[in-house]
């Protein structure tokens, strides 16, 4: 829900009643991830969308019966062998949709209307969102701001809302959006209680070390990347924002010493444009330290393996030196700072994704990778240290979903399949849980 803003926040201002449609879970060759939405007011517009096309029809209808029943659906879109385009989804992927009415006066509107107000000043916040368990519990929500407040709740057992929130602070501290399963008193033992957990964080940043024109083209594809941009040098005469107008920020300072004081998480990214021995190795000694997302490095590759002789001799282990991408960028055969530019954010990006940064025509490779996610850690809401023994559970590959009807519904069969794993993109990771017996 949280990707609409401002649209959302502005019709449900105007005291509009909506239905949401949210992708919950996806699978295969599935168009978009879990989180992205499609909102659809009582007069029939729409806007936002759940896979590009392929079963918005069907999904526009859902939402205008949520609106008349009021009461929020899971349905479930996919494919059949034997006749895969008549359900639209002729990518081959499956995924859930739940549909939630955001009708006046309904607990779940103004929780969705806290959080966007959240969103829209520029704060964290994550909402875990009950999308199978208890057909009473369907779409009931719990918010979580970035300090641990909450509002609203599951309304099945206390301690569930304190695992739920934890789970969406740990969401919030990899900027992520996925599913995790539950058992209804909380203990981390799935046990047919499943919760979408939403995040909205500020932009991650990208930070580019060095004044140049090579910087001046990376400025703008971080931008259209949705980063939030820092040119950061040395040297005033160059680094003015005349000479970057789109960065968010122009620095002027010694790379090493911002990057000691700025912020970084585990999404920002890191770019070392300067090939200059003076400026490289102190920072690069201070980058490959810290937990960040990427780090790469431009020059030629005498350039590289000078850099790395100078960076052991101030004492960076190989372990940490293998961070390094160096030389920077993707083999594109480019040489304007624009193709360059491209270059390196297509490393960016396979090194996000996981992709192999290889032709698709031929490979046989997935065109969507599934994501490898780190484990996350429980932070609890009273800002408590986090708990021990967190399993990654990204690496568990669900069963091959069945064929299903027309309008998405599995086929008959003695139990409901596995949902299928949250594996695309950013936005689509599965959060990582721990399983140990409930206390009681």
Not at 213 to 228: E, I, Q, S, T, W
Request: aromatic share 4%; glycine share 10%; with cysteine.
């Amino acid at each position: 829900m949280l990707d609409l803003l401002p649209e959302l926040k502005n019709w449900l201002a105007e005291g509009r009643d909506v239905a949401v449609a949210t992708v919950v879970s996806v699978g295969g060759s599935a168009p978009r991830g879990p989180g992205a939405t499609l909102a659809v007011d009582r007069a029939g517009t729409v806007i936002g969308s759940v896979s590009g096309g392929c079963v918005e029809g069907a999904v526009y209808d859902l939402c205008a019966q949520a609106l008349e029943t009021g009461q929020t659906v899971l349905e479930r879109f996919g494919y059949s062998d034997e006749d895969a385009f008549a359900v639209g989804l002729t990518c081959g992927g499956v995924l859930d949709v739940m549909v939630t009415p955001l009708l006046a006066d309904t607990p779940v509107r103004a929780l969705l209307s806290s959080a966007l107000e959240t969103v829209a000043k520029g704060e964290p916040v994550a909402m875990a969102r009950v999308v199978e368990g208890p057909t009473a519990y369907l779409g009931a929500t719990l918010l979580v701001h970035g300090d641990g407040s909450t509002e609203g709740g599951l309304g099945i057992h206390e301690d569930l809302d304190r695992t739920a929130a934890a789970q969406a602070l740990a969401a919030l501290d990899a900027g992520r959006t996925g599913t995790v399963e539950l058992s209804p008193d909380g203990s981390h033992c799935p046990d047919g209680l499943t919760l979408l957990v939403e995040s909205s964080t500020p932009p991650p940043r990208m930070i580019v070390f060095g004044a140049v024109d090579f910087a001046a083209a990376l400025v703008r594809v971080g931008k259209f990347l949705g980063y939030h941009v820092t040119v950061c040098d040395a040297r005033p005469v160059f680094t003015t924002p005349a000479r970057f107008p789109e960065a968010d920020e122009v620095v002027v300072d010694w790379p090493h010493r911002y990057l000691r004081g700025t912020r970084t998480d585990g999404r920002t990214v890191l770019c070392v444009l300067t090939h200059d021995a003076k400026f490289d190795v102190p920072l690069l000694d201070v980058a490959l330290r810290l937990p960040v997302a990427f780090v790469g490095a431009m020059g030629s590759r005498r350039t590289h393996t000078d850099r790395n002789r100078r960076l052991r001799e101030v004492g960076l282990s190989e372990e940490e030196l293998a961070r390094l991408r160096s030389p920077i960028g993707l083999d594109l055969g480019g040489r304007t700072p624009e193709e360059t530019a491209l270059s390196i954010a297509a490393e960016i990006v396979a090194s996000r994704r996981g992709g192999t940064g290889l032709p698709l025509t031929g490979s046989g490779t997935p065109i969507h990778h599934r994501a490898t996610v780190p484990a996350l850690s429980h932070r609890s809401p009273g800002g408590r240290e986090p708990s021990a023994g967190v399993a990654d559970l990204a690496s568990r590959a669900a069963s091959p979903p069945p064929p299903t009807t027309r309008r998405g519904r599995p086929s008959p069969s003695p139990t409901r399949p596995e949902r299928p794993a949250s594996t695309t993109g950013e936005r689509s990771t599965v959060v990582a849980v721990t399983c140990r017996p409930s206390s009681s």
